[in-house]
């Protein structure tokens, strides 16, 4: 099917003609007095070798055929062509004297007297198969024949638009016939050389069936201001005429304006143009900001009618973390599909807990789900995916769910609020909540930003040890812990201190609380501010980063020293045994109990392993916690550990949500090196634990700590195993 044919001119192929399409590439035409059902075939009589050869039997008005061969050969060169067309008898001889002076082919001349299909086909093979083959891409000569080729075929062709740009990405749309359903090549064609698109384009029904909609992307130096388009398919050949008035437009302006506002465009532009750039990510972002969906449930809550919501569905490279809740007392229900594309559904596996509404919207009881659905990075860049509602009578419903959060912090509180703690067990960890935590986890670290950092005073030069404290939130402990470190000689001439703020919109409230504290004390301190808030490990690997000290003091900002001596003693350790790769002090309540005095594992009657203080709530003088040891672990509450050491295992992970087991799992690390854990009772610090973290609105309505005992069970489970074995033979009865 060709639109249009354009002018044409003759010229006799009966004998086998030689014409230059670029300085290095060649066409011969010949045809043979019948038509050609087999193979031809052309080669040189002298020998020489062509680096590419590649021919094309095309059908004449007249069902004679037309013979195109493409050749790359030397210039200036010589040579001497047999053919053949198949039939006996039936060949001819073309000398060529100078390949350099060959005429330019004439792509009018080239598609007289051929059949519509034979045009369709000779533009597809020299834009695409040869395009490719002869590197003609950018050859100025090869475009200057290819536009005049296009002209020779459609002389008044239909126009594509330009419609929009982002960055050098452009958006191309035009109508096309009805019968134009598969598109096997779409190719650019203008000043910017040949561009072949993206197979992933968007050909919908549109106009009742009457036409297509065809919607595609490109990758453009600058937008175009002239071109062509040409679509080809089993039903033919489209050329368009490319307009470019309109491509310096924003991608938002044109949706705003577009009055074609079809769902699979809107899902073409959120999948395919998402994915070309950052630019491009943002600007189809900035479009479900501006023009959401409406959110759409299915039913009316009462006693007998179902009723199904999808809340949330958070899209990431792996696929789509869905929950909701649903209400089905008549059983209409059958199952929920994720609509990744306009042919294609994924079902959901959905993980059920009993629930009730509130008494506001009727008190019913209720089923909530989640589920996690494998669908790859196809909808990754979707605020709204889409969902479709299986109904025992065989009809389908459309649930949209509400616009989900965008940023990377948003992203992961939304995942964290899925589901209740309590249902949060290790099956529905392992099937639905275990990889997109993990992905976003790691989306928002990367989006945190590069710290600042300010110093009070003349820091150490070369420090003994580097005290680094993360601050959230919470200061009021940081007077007393400034006071007791200041009293300490030892410390002030050989620790440097360094605060790491977490919560950097305090930055100047702490600031002025630092500066004073430094005048009244005269210790110098070092404040390193978050861009934003990374949780517990990336703050103390950030100031361990700025650490100049030959050991690292990890202490929390509510630890606060009972007396002097302690951070000189806790070096000592590490100094004496180089064995030993991290040592942590007693801590104590502020009644004096026992908060920590080692940290072991402890198994729950279902074999999970959750971190547990030796002697926790114990009195401050029980024995046994004042015996120092070798331990399984330490809190990361105040725990030294050697620089070298804590840079070799690439200090603590920072795939833990927000901060609990970085500690633990530290010190499994620093196990992996052959080192010991060892815990000192004779020196003690007061901790008034976890006062930050319950400000930490991520941790305490979420399932974070119950991910982070699952990811460190993962991960360590036949370590603790073998090492809690270990620790009970050498303990015995003695430990609690």
Known sequence: MLEALGKQAEAPFDAPRFFKLTPDVFLVVWDPPHAVNAAPRLEEVSGQKFSSLASVRLARLDNRSRIVWCLAAKEASALRLKMSAGAVGSGAELSVEDTAGAPPADPFALTHLLSQNACAVLV?????????????????????????????????????????????????????????????????????????????????????????????????????????????????????????????????????????????????????????????????LDLQLSEPLPAKRHGILGDTTPFCAVETALAGEQGVLVGGWLRDPGGQYEGIDLLIGPDERLPLDLHSFDGVLPEAQGGYAIKRFVAFCNAGPALRHHLQPRFELRLAS?????????????????????????????????????????????????????????????????????????????????????????????????LSENAEVIYVLDSPEQATHLEDLLSGFHLLYGLPVRLVVMARNGGYALACNTGAAAAKGKHLAMVN?????????????????????????????????????????????IQDENGRWFNHHYYKGFPRKFPLAGASREVPGVTGACLIVSRDDFDTVGGFSTDFIVGDYEDSDLCLKIRKLNRKIYYLGDVELYHFERVSIKKHDDYTRGVASQYNRWLHQTRWQADIAALMASAGAREGIGSA
Not at 134 to 161: E, G, K, M
Not at 571 to 594: I, Q, R, T
Request: charged share 20%.
């Open 124 to 284: 597809t093979t020299l834009l695409t198969t040869w395009a490719g083959m002869f590197r003609l891409a950018r050859s100025r000569s090869f475009i200057s024949f290819a536009t005049d080729l296009l002209r020779s075929v459609n002389d008044q062709p239909t126009v594509v638009d330009c419609v929009a740009s982002t960055g050098t990405t452009c958006i191309f749309e035009t109508l096309l016939n009805s019968e134009c359903t598969e598109i096997t090549s779409s190719v650019l064609l203008g000043d910017f050389g040949l561009k072949r698109l993206d197979k992933r384009a968007c050909n919908v029904s549109y106009n009742n069936g009457k036409n297509r909609l065809f919607i595609a992307t490109a990758d453009l130096p600058q937008p175009p201001a002239s071109g062509f388009l040409v679509l080809s398919g089993p039903w033919g050949l489209a050329i368009r005429r490319l307009h470019g008035e309109n491509a310096a437009r924003s991608l938002g302006a044109w949706w705003a304006a577009s009055a074609r506002k079809l769902p699979e465009i809107r899902y073409f532009l959120i999948s395919e143009f998402g994915a070309r750039s950052p630019a491009a990510r943002a600007a189809v």
């Open 394 to 490: 065989g009809e389908r419903e459309l649930i949209v769910p509400p616009p989900q959060p965008h940023d990377p912090a948003g992203v992961r509180a939304k995942a964290l609020s899925v589901i209740t703690p309590r249902h949060a067990r290790d099956p529905v960890m392992e099937a639905c909540m275990a990889r997109p935590l993990a992905e976003m986890q790691e989306n928002f670290r990367q989006s945190v930003g590069a710290p600042t950092d300010i110093t009070f005073g003349e820091l150490p030069v070369e420090p003994v040890v580097s005290i680094v404290i993360p601050l959230y939130r919470v200061f009021e402990f940081v007077k007393a812990q400034l006071a007791a470190f200041a009293a300490d000689s030892w």
């Open 557 to 601: 900002s509510d630890v606060v020293p009972v007396e002097p001596g302690w951070l000189e003693q806790l070096c000592c350790c590490l100094k004496m045994d180089e064995d030993v790769g991290a040592v942590g002090p007693k801590l104590l309540y502020a009644d004096n109990s026992v908060q920590h005095a080692g940290l072991k594992f």
